[in-house]
Nanobody, 114 residues
């Protein structure tokens, strides 16, 4: 069993930066493909970024060049560094992990507003 715990959300001005963290409690983190989804009010869930167990990354077109996903297997943690934030990045961000099944965090709110 794996538990995912997100942190790092908050209120930021347009153009600002935030770093989200997702800590995994469990022993299989290094085998897991990890990623972040987001859901904005009135919109469908959107895949933001993924990182495989081997370190390969993939991004939504809307965040390419602004967001960076990374992982630290020694800390059982995946990060989402978000830069040049826009109001349209406002959403609840959810961490997920996949190894034989999917695991989800509880979500963290990111609000981009002046």
């Amino acid at each position: 069993q794996v538990q995912l715990v997100e942190s790092g959300g908050g209120l930021v001005q347009p153009g600002g930066s935030l770093r989200l963290s997702c800590a995994a409690v469990g022993s299989i983190f290094s085998f897991m493909d990890m990623g972040w989804y987001r859901r904005a009010p009135g919109k469908q869930r959107e895949l933001v970024a993924q990182i495989s167990s081997g370190g390969s990354t993939n991004y939504a077109d809307s965040v390419k060049g602004r967001f960076t996903i990374s992982r630290d297997n020694a800390k059982n943690t995946v990060y989402l560094q978000m830069s040049t934030l826009k109001p349209e990045d406002t959403a609840a961000y959810y961490c997920y992990g996949r190894y034989l099944r999917e695991y989800w965090g509880q979500g963290t709110q990111v609000t981009v507003s002046s």
